[in-house]
């Protein structure tokens, strides 16, 4: 199973990336597909997760509004559209998959619950 994340950079407050997850290995249109992050000094948390057709979609309070998640079950890729970036939003993003339903419990937000990582993608905000 791979999961190969791309698109991070370094761009001031107040733009716009979009992270992409190209995966294989794995039954992509049955699985969860999460984005998480690292801050500097900071522990991993979760960013947003997408539901196997993409119907359910849930975000952080910290980023809700300004990101987007989305997937492409043809081409085995999901993407995250930030915009409105702060200097906060300097991490390390990782996408994640699980390959289980969708479900809407707290403990499917957290990094135990997915079973399969990606290297992660360095976003630079400067203010």
């Known amino acids: 199973v791979q999961l190969q994340a791309s698109g991070g950079g370094l761009v001031q407050a107040g733009g716009s990336l979009r992270l992409s997850c190209a995966v294989s290995g794995l039954t992509f249109s049955r699985s969860v597909m999460g984005w998480f992050r690292q801050g500097p000094g900071k522990e991993r948390e979760f960013v947003a997760d997408?539901?196997?057709?993409?119907?359910?979609?849930y975000y952080a309070d910290s980023v809700k509004g300004r990101f987007t998640i989305s997937r492409d079950n043809a081409k085995n890729t999901v993407y995250l559209q930030m915009n409105s970036l702060k200097p906060e939003d300097t991490a390390v993003y990782y996408c994640?998959?699980?390959?289980?339903?969708?479900?809407?419990?707290?403990?499917?937000?957290?990094?135990?619950?997915?079973?399969?990582w990606g290297q992660g993608t360095q976003v630079t905000v400067s203010s």
């Open positions: 994640a998959a699980r390959t289980d339903v969708y479900s809407t419990g707290t403990y499917y937000r957290t990094s135990p619950a997915y079973g399969y």
């Open positions: 997408i539901s196997w057709s993409g119907f359910n979609k």
